[in-house]
């Protein structure tokens, strides 16, 4: 027996790989988020320096014009469209703005908003983006527009035309799109910047990884070993009740036991079952607090002495809110004797007032202590501990409670009534371990 409770005890405490796998699962994901989030920052980093460059280009073309302007007035100072014409072409053949873009689309107007020479390339899929002839007074300063249309980074550019020397000549519509090579170039930094981003965060993840996990494992054991110590406290505290009330502890595994696959039926999740556990194990905790008078005597209590011991139940409450790990067990330690109709006690509270895990535990108890031996009483038969708990239907038991536990008793009867050596221990304790260690799994994961 000391041997398979020392194998049950170290297979619950051999390390859990799944906290590992759920961390590297969360870190993972956490890469690649973060990988996803400076990739998409990369790109609208990139494409701004784009729509920068293309702004910079278009504006030097501009300049250029400008300056062929400049020497394309006529005698009266006005510009002459033939020469602007000839600018224009000069422009177009410009070997510099070529290798970084060109315009697609140059309008030139005089202060009058007559259109006097103009370049165009209509079979270019971003010449739409070129505003159409301008309306209202020429533009006192320069103005781009950066867009994208069909995908091509464009500028449309609105400046006006004034020598170095002199007044406003007119003004002038254009639109500058980047060149295939330039727009290839930037599109290869923008792959580049997220490359080297997502390297460095799954670099980054890669060492951090280990050292989060050995933290994650100190935790976990830590986390463990102080879960050890509150199930052994609860468990000698059980103990140290049930044997001075009736010289052995055994009954508060067994109905533990009964509590535990009753609440797994009725379907509690994995907290009301850790509370129902601490509730059902230390369910007569504050008889700690009855005189021994009271509490040994073996004849039928009279009116004082049984008022004295219903007041274990407000004993066994002041004693679990000591505890902030404890205080989920009240709702058994302090209504575990209440009754379905409300003729219970300590609150007389009736139905579905009383806590599920008290209505649990009342129909465990009872089938307990009918099917196990005591100084004053031989065990009953299954059968008719089944039957005395059958007249309790909708009195002292929930009858939907008792319909599930009828499903399991029997295998519970023939597996654990009336035992007295280890196996409820250690069947309780693996049952506490799956339980708690779970919850405690969560904790650290």
Excluded at 195 to 215: F, Q
Excluded at 403 to 432: H, K, T, W
Aim: include cysteine.
């Amino acid at each position: 027996m000391v041997t398979e409770t020392s194998a049950m005890t170290g297979a619950a405490r051999k390390p859990d790989r799944s906290v590992h796998h759920l961390l590297a699962m969360r870190m993972l994901i956490a890469a690649l988020t973060t990988s996803v989030l400076v990739g998409v920052l990369a790109v609208l980093a990139e494409r701004r320096s784009i729509g920068e460059v293309a702004v910079d280009r278009a504006n030097a073309g501009i300049t250029a014009l400008m300056a062929m302007v400049e020497d394309a007035q006529d005698v009266s100072g006005r510009m002459d469209g033939a020469r602007v014409q000839a600018a224009l072409e000069r422009l177009r053949a410009s070997a510099t703005l070529q290798k970084s873009g060109r315009f697609i689309a140059v309008h030139v107007y005089d202060m009058e908003r007559r259109r006097i020479a103009q370049l165009e390339d209509r079979s270019h899929p971003a010449f739409a983006a070129m505003a159409g002839t301008p309306g209202g007074e020429a533009p006192a300063g320069a103005s781009y527009v950066y867009s994208r249309p069909n995908g091509v980074p464009a500028v449309a550019v609105t400046a006006p035309i004034i020598p170095r020397a002199g007044s406003q000549l007119g003004f002038v519509n254009a639109v500058f799109v980047v060149s295939e090579e330039e727009f290839a170039e930037a599109k290869a930094r923008i792959l580049r910047r997220v490359l080297i981003a997502v390297g460095i965060v799954l670099v980054t993840v890669t060492i951090l990884y280990p050292i989060i996990a050995r933290l994650v494992e100190r935790l976990r054991r830590a986390s463990h070993k102080l879960l050890d110590s509150n199930l052994d406290s609860i468990a000698a505290l059980g103990s140290a009740i049930a044997k001075k009330d009736s010289d052995t502890d055994i009954h508060n595994y067994r109905v533990t036991i009964y509590s535990v696959r009753l609440g797994e039926a009725a379907g509690l999740n994995r907290h009301a079952m850790c509370a129902l556990i601490k509730g059902a194990f230390l369910h007569d905790v504050g008889k700690i607090g009855i005189p021994d008078k009271v509490l040994l005597k073996p004849g039928r209590l009279d009116e004082q002495e049984f008022a004295e011991m219903k007041k274990h139940v407000q004993y066994g409450i002041d004693i679990a809110q000591q505890s902030a790990w404890l205080k989920d067990a009240i709702d058994v330690v302090g209504s575990h004797h209440e009754k379905f109709d409300g003729s219970g006690y300590f609150g007389g509270l009736r139905g579905e007032d009383i806590p599920i895990n008290a209505r649990i535990f009342a129909v465990a108890d009872v089938f307990d202590a009918l099917t196990s031996r005591r100084p004053y009483k031989e065990p009953m038969s299954y059968e008719e501990a089944m039957v005395t708990i059958e007249k309790g239907r909708g009195a002292h038991f929930d009858p939907r409670l008792l319909d599930l536990f009828a499903a399991i008793a029997r295998r519970l009867y023939d597996e654990f009534a009336n035992r007295d050596d280890e196996g409820p221990r250690m069947v309780l304790r693996s049952l506490m371990a799956g339980y708690f260690k779970a919850d405690a799994e969560i904790l650290v994961a």
